[in-house]
């Protein structure tokens, strides 16, 4: 879909939107199905026709026998010819209206599965293209039913909807036509429940809709319970609160069933009512009709009207009810379509606040000179507090900078600024020079390798899971990459190698084999700019000392920031820097900051056990730090 859809556009009326962004690509597929539908509902409209026309005309010899179109001098004259032309008709008319509802499904579901496919494609990629708060701000099982159970919901629609409304249009415009052909005052009365029946309608579509927009937020709600349930399984298991979870999930299940009873009891009323006012309406019509070839014409009319004629109008009015129940059930799926297209036009309608400028480049410098300019940076869910406040900081290109702090001091947010995870409020970071907003996404992403505390793996092999994101690598630049972060030995000792599968989210693994996976990833991406962030926090210190070795070799020739709680990882850094609070409070190489006996140096004391060398005032502000800590959680 075109990225000029606008998001009034989108959320005026998203179905028909959804038709006039999708729909044009599977015209054809569309128009069949109207065909279709048209010449279902002509077929389907004869053998009433025929039925009535064979009592007046065969068997009662009141009117000539006649075909619509058809010239006098070819139909037979004899009644036995003339009934099996009957029979052949109405044989004909149920062949081809079979032929017309398979081509009419066909093309309906073709047209509704094409449009399903493209628009969950496209919400996925404009998903994935939405800045990291967006996702941080958002239960995964939320989003997860937006992509799948909206997605179907608006299928549903697609298939059956459209296919209804029009034949609805043409049941009705074909009925009515014989109808007024047959008997115009017998028509306007199988017409007076109409009105009736628009009122009710339009007062259901008024109490449901916030009903099934209830109902989608409760879908959100329990597939986020489940999901969060299923991935955090060993957690439950060890601290025994199945029965805990169990409750939680019964307790978000029964509010999805306490919306769903309170949208069938609407429902429920619904469509009995339909039925007794076109039911009513009905009786009133046979009981007209049915008063008229008893005594003559009522209310003082003139017209005539034939047994045939009755039989005929009757079985039309009967008809005639169809489309106005059917009606119903289209108004009622184009509620819960709407409540889900809501949702999707959400994200169809939103742009990400992190894209590339129009005009912008590619990186192609490889030098990684990386600058904060006095940065600052916040979350919107955090009432506007900075999590980065004012923080410059110059390094030159092949330079290697520790990052230490205090839990919560900024440290990871300050350098996901740099690929552009997220964008800073005030100030710039720039790369080579140039801002990072002036640079296209693509190329800054592939210039900063990033590997994260808590890495994570794609189900399916662990070669597939190296060669992510640099897809074109051969398997000989995958096992290269493996050797340098440690991983090539315990890959070649697992049963499948390379081939072997890692779990969802690598819970075949350890967490250093996971750790050390996601490392030999970013190796083979070969970045000009290396970020590690707590990358060594999950291995035993022997294989610690081995990715150390690697990764100093790997960084010779390029910048990178190690962020690490155990001062050890950082101590032979070209540059330390300490964030606290947001800020940069200190800055030097280890034996500058020892010297300069502030909150490095504590951490020094505090990892080197020598807690009672430890001043009073460091010991109160960890304590108010994780007090503050707590409050925000």
Known sequence: MDDSQ???????????????????????????????????????????????????????????????????????????????????VLVVATVGGSVASWLEDWGWSVFAQRIQHALRVDAYDRLQRFDLAYFTSRRTGDLMSVLNNDVNALETFLEDGLSAIIWIGATVVGIGAILLTLNVPLTLVALLPIPALVAFTLLFTRVIEPKYLAIRGEIGDLNSRLE????????????????????????TSRSYLTANLTTIRTQTTYYPGLTVISGVG???????????????????????????????????????????????????DYERAKAAAVRVADVMARESRISA?????????????????????????????????????????????????????????????????????EGAVRIDGRDVRDVTLTSLRRAVGYVSQEPFLFFGTIRENIRYGTFDATDEDVERAAKRAQ????????????????????????GGQRQRIALARTILKDPAILVLDEATASVDTETEALIQRSIAEFARDRTTFVIAHRLSTVRNADRIVVVDDGRITERGTHTELLARDGLYANF???????????PPEFLERAMARGAERHDRG
């Open 228 to 251: 969060n349930n299923v991935s955090g399984i060993e957690v439950i298991k060890t601290e025994g609160a199945e029965a805990y979870e169990r409750d939680r999930v019964e307790s």
């Open 357 to 425: 400028a129009p005009d912008a480049t590619d990186l192609d410098g490889r030098t990684g000179a990386v600058e904060f300019d006095h940065v600052s940076f916040g979350y919107d869910t955090d009432r506007g507090r900075r999590v980065i406040t004012d923080v410059s900081l110059d390094v030159a290109g092949g330079e290697t900078i520790g990052v230490v702090g205090p839990t919560g001091a900024g440290k990871s947010t300050l350098l996901k600024l740099v690929p552009r995870l997220y964008d800073a409020d």
């Open 604 to 614: 020094w004391r505090v990892q080197a056990g020598d807690v009672d060398a430890l």
């Open 282 to 332: 009905f009786a009133v019509t046979f009981l007209v009709g049915g008063l008229w070839i008893l005594t003559g014409a009522p209310f003082g009319l003139s017209a005539t009207l034939s047994p045939g004629e009755f039989v005929t109008f009757v079985i039309y009015a009967q008809q005639f009810v169809w489309p106005v129940l059917r009606f119903g059930t289209v108004v009622d």
């Open 6 to 88: 606008t998001e009034a556009g989108w959320r005026s009326d998203p179905i028909w939107q959804l038709y006039a962004a999708y729909g044009r690509a599977y015209v054809a597929y569309a128009g069949l199905g109207v065909v279709s539908t048209v010449l279902g509902r002509f077929f389907g409209l004869v053998p009433a026709f025929v039925i009535g026309l064979a009592v007046d005309a065969i068997f009662l010899r009141e009117r000539p026998f006649g075909l619509p179109f058809v010239p006098a001098a070819w139909l037979p004259t004899s009644p036995v010819d003339q009934l099996t032309l009957a029979i052949t």
């Open 487 to 510: 991983a090539h030995a315990f890959v070649q000792n697992l049963p499948d190698g390379y081939e072997t599968r890692v779990g969802e989210r690598g819970v075949k693994l350890s």
